[in-house]
């Protein structure tokens, strides 16, 4: 049976409080890595582990360019850096900005789909504008799930919804509460 056990997490705006939720209903003895990136300015320092360090039972640290991928830990992108996905290991880099971000969502997800196929499941929560629809699209090609945020339940239901309009195709337009 496949496995999977790598989760990548895209969120922007009202995305502290959903990822909160996300990891405060994680069990402690996850058997997957969850690596997120979280839309902030480059200038911004990134209090986000300690956030999610208090609200769940997981480690939770920023990614560091090189380290290794461990399951039940939470790798979270610094700022000003995309986060991307390497066979065994986290890979940090200055690229361009996509979608005005840097971090971008796209990047994680793309760079999952290509290295961990259908072990990779993406989730994309609140936020503005389309940044993890080009990403899910991958993951979703390489056989991996793609769960979308409910865009009534997000904050800003614009990545959301342009995600399931845009990613999804027509039969599997569905949306999961994060409430639910």
Do not use: C
């Amino acid at each position: 049976m496949l496995e999977h056990n790598i989760i990548v997490v895209g969120t922007s705006a009202g995305g502290v409080e959903a990822l909160t939720y996300l990891v405060k209903n994680l069990p402690a003895d996850l058997n997957a890595a969850v690596i997120i990136v979280l839309h902030v300015s480059s200038h911004s320092t990134s209090v986000l582990p300690k956030i999610l360090s208090r609200a769940g039972n997981l480690p939770v640290s920023h990614a560091q360019d090189g380290e290794a991928i461990v399951h039940g830990w939470i790798y979270v992108a610094l700022p000003d850096y995309h986060l991307l996905v390497e066979e065994g290991y986290l890979r940090l880099t200055r690229g361009a900005k996509e979608n005005r971000s840097r971090p971008a969502i796209d990047p994680l997800f793309r760079s999952a789909a290509r290295t961990y196929g259908q072990r990779v499941i993406a989730v994309l929560l609140t936020g503005m504008l389309d940044d993890g629809t080009a990403g899910l699209m991958a993951v979703k090609m390489r056989g991996g799930v793609a769960i979308v945020q409910n865009p009534d339940d997000a904050l800003f239901p614009d990545m959301p919804r342009n995600a399931i309009n845009t990613a999804l195709p027509p039969a599997m337009r569905y949306a999961h509460s994060l409430k639910s």
